[in-house]
Nanobody
Framework: QVQLVESGGGLVQAGGSLRLSCVAS????????MGWFRQAPGKEREFVAT????????NHADSVKGRFTISRDNAKNTMYLQMNNLKSEDTGVYSC???????????????????WGQGTQVTVSS
C-alpha cells in the first residue's frame, strides 16, 4: 500500500503561481511513476502531468505545457507540481496518484494508477 497526501492548494489570482506537493509513504519502493490529475466542477477528471521516478522522464498535458512543471525528490518521497501563469480554467481539485509498473511506460490514464490522494483545491480567480 502507498499513501499519498497533497498540499499547497489555495486561492490565487489569474497569472499567479502555486506549488503543489504530494508526499508518499508506505511501500513506495514499488512505485514506478507518479502523476497529477485534476477535476473541475461538472467535468471529468483529466490528466495533468506524470513523472517516471527512476529516470525523471516527464509528460505534461498540452493545456499546461510551458506553464506547469512536474518534478520529484526521491529522497523525500515527494512529488511537486509548479504551476505558473494560472488561468481560471485551471480551477479544480488536484489529486496525485502513484502507478505500479504494468507494462505502460508512460501512464497517462487514470486507470494506469493504483493509489490516489484525497486531493487539494486550486481556485484561480479572474
Amino acid at each position: 500500500q502507498v499513501q499519498l497526501v497533497e498540499s499547497g492548494g489555495g486561492l490565487v489570482q489569474a497569472g499567479g503561481s502555486l506549488r503543489l506537493s504530494c508526499v508518499a509513504s508506505g511501500q513506495t519502493s514499488s512505485t514506478y511513476a507518479m502523476g497529477w490529475f485534476r477535476q473541475a466542477p461538472g467535468k471529468e477528471r483529466e490528466f495533468v502531468a506524470t513523472i517516471i521516478l527512476s529516470s525523471g522522464r516527464t509528460n505534461h498535458a498540452d493545456s499546461v505545457k510551458g506553464r506547469f512543471t512536474i518534478s520529484r525528490d526521491n529522497a523525500k518521497n515527494t512529488m511537486y507540481l509548479q504551476m505558473n501563469n494560472l488561468k481560471s480554467e485551471d480551477t479544480g481539485v488536484y489529486s496525485c496518484a502513484a502507478a505500479l509498473f504494468r507494462g505502460v511506460f508512460v501512464p497517462l490514464s487514470g486507470s494506469d494508477y493504483t493509489y490516489w490522494g484525497q486531493g487539494t483545491q486550486v481556485t484561480v480567480s479572474s
